[in-house]
Nanobody, 123 residues
Framework: EVQLVESGGGLVQPGGSLRLSCAASGFMFSEYAMTWVRQAPGKGFEWVSTITFRGIAYYEDSVKGRFSISRDNAEKSLHLQLDSLKTEDTAVYYC?????????????????RGQGTQVTVSS
């Protein structure tokens, strides 16, 4: 059974930073791309970033240069470093098994996801 558990969210001021983590189990982590998606209040899922099993990273345009995705295959963990946060980054962030760049909300619904971690950017 695929299990994904996110952590690291919280309340931060604009310009601040957070580091999200996702602990994975129940599948061969090293053989899959992994993805972060988010859902802002009242909106649909939005693709944020994907890292391939080889470690190649892709980012949504609005987060390029501010967010950084990484993975540790030995620890079966996925991370997302969020820097220079903006109020519009406020959302629940989910990690997902698999994925690809520029996923649509419909694509995202097909992925196994964790329960999410809340990121709130507010002064």
């Amino acid at each position: 059974e695929v299990q994904l558990v996110e952590s690291g969210g919280g309340l931060v001021q604009p310009g601040g930073s957070l580091r999200l983590s996702c602990a994975a189990s129940g599948f061969m982590f090293s053989e899959y791309a992994m993805t972060w998606v988010r859902q802002a209040p009242g909106k649909g899922f939005e693709w944020v970033s994907t890292i391939t099993f080889r470690g190649i990273a892709y980012y949504e345009d609005s987060v390029k240069g501010r967010f950084s995705i990484s993975r540790d295959n030995a620890e079966k963990s996925l991370h997302l470093q969020l820097d220079s946060l903006k109020t519009e980054d406020t959302a629940v962030y989910y990690c997902a098994k698999g994925g690809w760049s520029n996923m649509t909300p419909r694509d995202i619904m097909t992925l196994s996801r964790g329960q999410g971690t809340q990121v709130t950017v507010s002064s």
